[in-house]
């Protein structure tokens, strides 16, 4: 159990586009889901929570109007990256968690490769 | 602000050979969590350790989590070429659900 599922896995864009990235949780309900960004042998460097059904929060230095995000039922959340320039060109990973006697794990979708020309 | 250190960086391991990673926090955590990422791939879920002094063990990986609730480690035995990959601490406390993720220890194996 508790897969996440991540698509498109690769997505190679031109300057100026938006690029819509979605998460979905397979076999378990995620009121709360997760959006990393990685870059080439770093960590990953939480952007934003996702909250079913409401606002997103996201973290200081994160764009909210560059990177939209939309939790808009229990098993998807959508990643907007919005005109996207190719300093935006990254992993991007989501993640769900998933309750477990309160002491929450989060698992991770297989990430998206966004290179922006 | 919080903040999560994992040393070493890196770590270069003779196959058979044991290693271990560390994790520190700058401040005390709820649970510390660790994952693998293979090269090209995505973090993996391993393991979550919660309580004070707790050990846990998977094969031949053990992990602790120290009796302050500020630190971590990941001790590999026997070390084999499928170890290769980057492994993250990810600590749990200051908000609830977020993970603060350590730098990560790269582990190369060679045969």
């Known amino acids: 159990g508790a897969v996440v599922s991540q698509h498109p896995s690769r997505v190679i864009c031109k300057s100026g586009t938006s690029v819509k990235i979605e998460c979905r949780s397979l076999?378990?309900?995620?009121?709360?889901m997760f959006w990393y960004r990685q870059f080439p042998k770093k960590s990953l460097m939480l952007m934003a929570t996702s909250n079913e059904g409401s606002k997103a929060t996201y973290e200081q230095g994160v764009e909210k109007d560059k990177f939209l995000i939309n939790h808009a039922s229990l098993t998807l959340s959508t990643l907007t990256v919005t005109s996207a320039h190719p300093e935006d060109s990254s992993f991007y990973i989501c993640?769900?968690?998933?309750?477990?006697?309160?002491?929450?794990?989060?698992?991770f979708g297989p990430g998206t490769r966004l290179l922006v020309l | 602000g919080q903040q999560v250190m994992q040393i070493p960086q890196y770590q270069h391991v003779q196959e058979g050979e044991d290693f271990t990673t560390y994790c520190n926090s700058s401040?005390?955590?709820?649970?510390i969590q660790w994952y693998k990422q293979r090269p090209g791939g995505h973090p993996v879920f391993l393991i979550q350790?919660?309580?004070?002094?707790e050990v846990k063990k998977q094969k031949r990986l053990t992990f602790q989590f120290g009796e302050a609730k500020k630190n971590s480690s990941l001790h590999i035995t026997a070390t084999q070429t499928t170890d290769v990959g980057t492994y993250f601490c990810?600590?749990?406390?200051?908000?609830?659900?977020?993970?603060?993720f350590g730098a990560g220890t790269q582990v190369v194996v060679t045969p």
């Open positions: 990810a600590g749990s406390g200051w908000a609830r659900g977020k993970l603060q």
């Open positions: 350790l919660v309580k004070s002094g």
């Open positions: 993640s769900a968690r998933v309750p477990d006697r309160g002491h929450e794990t989060q698992y």
């Open positions: 076999d378990f309900q995620a009121t709360t």
């Open positions: 401040t005390t955590l709820s649970n």
